[in-house]
């Protein structure tokens, strides 16, 4: 096989995989949406109680209950751990592909300013007849400010 055969096939898989993990991004955000949706607070409830029930009757009495009550919260304590984890590393991994799209549309922008003509500066008297604006007046006014403003009027 040649090189240039090789180089298609590598081509072709790295599109393949690149369709892939947009397609399993995508599933993953309706899977997290959808689990989000679903956690409403009587489900929360009912899924307690029930847990809660199933670990009384599941465990026998005496001393050994304690231990496996232990065990129990150990095991909840340890998932729970496992949940946080694994969004706090998903939502690393959406910060830098946000990061990411912010850099490219950066540089799309800079492009785009390089490639448009600059005009010529204004002449003098133009510039002296302009009123001048501070660096205040700028700035756009914060809500309470805002809200000030038109309550004034």
């Known amino acids: ?3 240039e055969a090789l180089r298609q096939r590598v081509q072709r898989a790295e599109l393949v995989v690149a369709v892939r ?3 399993t991004r ?3 955000f309706t899977l997290s949406d959808a689990w989000r949706a679903g956690w409403t607070p009587l489900r ?3 899924v307690g109680l029930a847990g809660g029930f ?3 009757k599941l465990e026998p009495t005496g001393l050994g209950a304690k231990v496996q009550g232990a065990r129990w919260l150990q095991m ?3 998932v729970s751990n496992l949940l946080a984890s694994t969004q706090a590393a998903f939502a690393s991994m959406q910060a830098s592909e946000a990061a990411d799209t912010a ?3 950066a540089d799309r922008v800079d492009d785009a300013v390089d490639g448009v003509p ?3 500066p204004a002449p003098r008297a133009a510039a002296a007849a302009a009123p001048r604006v501070d660096a205040d007046d700028q700035r756009q006014p914060q809500p309470a400010e805002a809200a000030t403003d038109l309550s004034e009027r």
């Open 103 to 105: 850099e490219q549309a």
């Open 44 to 46: 929360i409830i009912t």
């Open 54 to 56: 199933l670990a009384g």
């Open 26 to 28: 995508s599933s993953w």
């Open 76 to 78: 909840i304590g340890s």
């Open 21 to 23: 993990v947009e397609k």
């Open 118 to 120: 600059r005009q010529p």
């Open 1 to 3: 096989m040649n090189f």
